[in-house]
């Protein structure tokens, strides 16, 4: 601790410095007028002394910031990724979620909070926001004060409240691809002790790529999100407040592009341009990912439904403490179609997991402040239903593509034809924590606060795949993998076999773990605050529910099952400044995370099998400097920077998956704990000799740039339009991000190319209205959103989502 420590102390001078520097910050009101809750009590930002950034629903609506999508291009610590919602991942310093995986089974790392309810499934961050008010972004471990554990940050959602006041807004926009979007709110009293709120906002666009083969457009949006929040003032001292919400997204969605062919280690004649000279007249329709053009074949849907219900009660028992009580039922449906051959071909028909999730949340949260110790503490408890009814099946295409071509069965379409499997995946989840947060005032300017989260889990699950497929009679037979089955030797059924077999487990989980925190600050100065936090916090075990390895007998590896705990030490050190009478703020974060047992996809011989699966790399650290800075010399000009670099690395990954060049050869026994395995031959030799798993300690982690920045300024002046009198204004938006890997170990193949995109706004404003024009990826810059490798990994197909064009339009805002 005492070296990890010294490693960042070296940042203080500069920070003591930087007082008379500019700030970072939202470019509206200064910071110092910004009010949060990020620490379970409203407070100034600027004395808050953990690191975060937030963003005003004043600043949402000016930047057309209507997702968590469009929010990382404001605050450059914040990933996110989403082939489609339920393959969804938000990181934050580029840990917490394994990268390019779906499990049920798994926790977030990064945690989202609506009005204090936790949302546990991450598909809810593709969602429409709905009548926000803030959102703050918490950078680190997250225990000792929010319901549910989360080890590398939360994003803490505001939505706005019920008034006694008559209010109301509406905002309509349209642009180029058919963009339309529309949101309203209302509200106002119905008694001296009641108050409503209602909200709606609704979003659709044209698809992006063009699809061949269904001659239609896909990638589009089509959301719809509604919320109604009644309060009611039972007394001076209680109110209580029930909410409601509906979300759906129904896009036409979601499939990648062709990208590029690299070859790996497999045979030449097992490579996607042999492959695809056995289809006659068959050609991807085109080679370059920007013209937005494919030809899956496949149905496609993504539709994604989540809503709840919430009862918030907040008792303030005496001037200085405050009783808080949220209790919470949500639900999500699922209901998707994909193409995961990423081509033309009739290779995999279905594969679709359609999932319903349940869960119900209370917590109860006591907060005193006093004249030298204010605490925080409560309990919580969750518990989480998961069933998941999954498909998938080949098709007629399947035996030419998946079968060596030295096998006479490749040819005979019939063997994997309609290879059917039908997955039951459950997952019950329990979770108990008692937590709570302390901040000891040891003088005027010096603060120490520790925090100790105590936490039970318990988890059930289930994977039953049964596998069916047509027998070489004609008939139909479930393919096993125990030996001894009915047809197992037969050569047919050992083809089906090897694409995929029934498998049954039942994985469980139960036990406790201990995370802890400790934060000092000090008031240097009057607009000048330091502080540093040391925790130690645990993501909790998870379950393997994708399959599992099975040994010499094809029975499931029930050890391979469950998959360990994260273990996470975190330190940070930081400078909270303001200068010349608060125009100016400057925050500035040092951070070093050490994780153990950090959950991942591995590929390793332990259980005597080489196979992919859900489980544990040894050790992974991120590392790095942050910094917020933003000024407003006047009413007329504000302007604001952000940047963060991060270094964020496998430290020890002895078992990781091959990247797209190293797989696809013979498979060869391990030499040593962390060594390669073999020496493979250049890519696309037959018979090429390549490594089960590699060895990718010291390679940076996947999903995050080292160097990422977000950039802006508005300047306005007074005027006056159809007799109105407000203000022009100007606003301009730039972000950037340095080459990532989008590989979970990085490839040669799979890095995306570093970009720069710049949005343009302006209009005029007054109290009552807000017009404006905007145009976003101005110069429309060709980028790309992600890599993946294609059906196997072994072929050479690279495929991408590409990011938006350049789109324009036009908004107009009224509040009444």
């Not at 039922?329 to 051959?341: K, Q, S, V």
């Not at 917590?363 to 110790?373: D, Q, Y």
């Amino acid at each position: 601790m005492r070296a990890r420590m010294g490693s960042l102390l070296w940042l203080l001078p500069a920070l003591l410095m930087t007082e008379g520097r500019v700030l970072a910050g939202d470019g509206e009101a200064g910071a110092d007028e910004l009010v949060v809750t990020a620490r379970r009590k409203q407070e100034n930002v600027q004395q808050v002394p953990i690191a975060l950034s937030v963003a005003t629903a004043e600043r949402l609506e000016a930047q057309g910031l209507f997702n968590i999508q469009r929010l990382t291009q404001v605050q450059p610590s914040l990933q996110f990724y989403a082939q489609n919602p339920r393959n969804t991942f938000i990181n934050i310093r580029g840990i917490g979620a394994p990268f390019g995986l779906t499990n049920d089974g798994f926790e977030q790392g990064v945690g989202i909070y609506v009005d204090d309810v936790f949302y546990n499934r991450i598909a809810s961050a593709t969602l429409d926001f709905v009548d926000i008010e803030r959102i703050e972004t918490l950078r680190g471990p997250q225990g000792t004060l929010y319901g549910k554990n989360t080890t590398a940050g939360a994003l803490n959602i505001t939505t706005a409240a019920p008034e006694f006041s008559f209010g109301g807004k509406a905002e309509v926009t349209i642009g180029n691809l058919g963009f339309r979007q529309g949101k309203a709110g209302i509200t106002g009293p119905l008694s001296d002790r009641l108050a409503v709120r209602l909200s709606l906002a609704t979003t659709a666009r044209d698809g992006t790529v063009f699809n061949t083969a269904t001659n239609s457009r896909i990638q589009s949006l089509d959301n719809l999100g509604v919320r109604a929040s009644l309060l009611w003032k039972a007394s001076e001292q209680l109110s209580i407040t029930l909410s409601g919400d509906w979300n759906k997204q129904d896009p036409r969605c979601c499939a990648f592009v062709y990208a590029a062919y690299r070859p790996t280690q497999r045979a030449a004649n097992r490579q996607y341009p042999a492959l695809v000279a056995l289809f006659p007249g068959y050609a991807v329709p085109s080679t370059n990912p920007f013209d937005r053009i494919t030809d899956v074949d496949a149905a496609l849907s993504a539709r994604n439904e989540i809503g709840g219900l919430s009862l918030r009660a907040v008792w303030d028992v005496d001037d200085r403490t405050t009783l808080t009580s949220i209790s919470a039922w949500r639900y999500w449906a699922w209901g998707p179609a994909n193409d995961r051959d990423f081509t033309g071909l009739p290779i995999f028909t279905k594969v679709n997991n359609p999932t319903n999730q349940r869960q119900f949340s209370q917590e109860v949260r006591l907060s005193h402040e006093g004249e030298a110790i204010d605490l925080v503490g409560g309990v919580f408890a969750f518990y989480q239903e998961i069933r998941t009814r999954g498909v998938q099946e080949t098709g007629p295409a399947a035996s030419r593509w998946l079968l060596a071509p030295t096998s006479a069965l490749s040819t005979n379409p019939a063997v994997l034809n309609n290879l059917l499997a039908l997955n039951d995946i459950r997952l019950d989840n329990s979770s108990l924590a008692a937590f709570g947060k302390l901040n000891w005032h040891v003088t005027d300017a010096l603060t120490i606060a520790p925090g100790l989260r105590l936490n039970h889990d318990l988890k059930r699950g289930l994977y039953d795949s049964v596998v069916t497929g047509t027998a070489s009679n004609g008939t139909r037979q479930i393919v096993s993998a125990v030996p001894g089955s009915p047809s197992f030797s037969d050569p047919w059924t050992a083809a089906q076999r090897g694409v995929q077999a029934s498998q049954f487990f039942e994985p469980r989980f139960s036990g406790w773990n201990l995370s802890y925190d400790v934060n000092v600050s000090y008031a240097a100065a009057r607009d000048v605050n330091l502080y540093a936090t040391y925790a130690r916090a645990f993501k909790t075990a998870g379950l393997n529910l994708n399959g599992v390895p099975a040994d010499a007998n094809g029975a499931p590896i029930l050890a391979a099952g469950t998959i360990k705990p994260e273990k996470v030490d975190h330190f940070e050190i930081g400078v909270k400044s303001q200068a010349w009478d608060r125009r100016i703020t400057l925050n500035v974060t040092g951070f070093w995370t050490d994780i153990r047992d950090f959950q991942a996809n591995v590929q390793n011989g332990q259980f005597g099998v080489v196979r992919g699966y859900l489980a544990n790399a040894e050790q992974v650290r991120s590392r790095g400097v942050e910094a917020d800075l933003t000024i407003a010399p006047s009413p007329r000009f504000s302007a604001y920077l952000s940047t963060a670099f991060t270094d964020a690395r496998y430290v020890r990954f002895c078992d990781a998956p091959p990247p797209p060049e190293l797989s696809g050869g013979t498979t060869l026994a391990a030499s040593g704990p962390c060594s390669v395995v073999g020496t493979p031959s250049a890519p696309g030799t037959p018979g090429g000799a390549s490594p089960p798993f590699v060895d990718a300690s010291g390679q940076r982690l996947p999903g995050v740039s080292k160097w990422a920045h977000a950039w802006g300024a508005e300047a306005n002046l007074p005027g006056k339009l159809l007799g109105e009198d407000g203000q022009f204004y100007l606003g301009y938006d730039g972000s950037y991000r340095s080459s990532w890997s989008s590989n979970p170990t990085p490839s040669v193949y799979t890095w995306v190319a570093g970009y720069a995109l710049h949005n343009f706004r302006g209009g005029f404003r007054t109290g009552r209205l807000d017009a404006f024009l905007w145009i976003r990826n101005a110069f429309d810059k060709d980028f790309i959103d992600f890599f993946t490798a294609g059906t196997g990994g072994n072929t050479g197909l690279i495929v991408a989502q590409v990011g938006d064009p350049r789109t324009l339009g036009g908004t107009l805002k009224v509040n009444f």
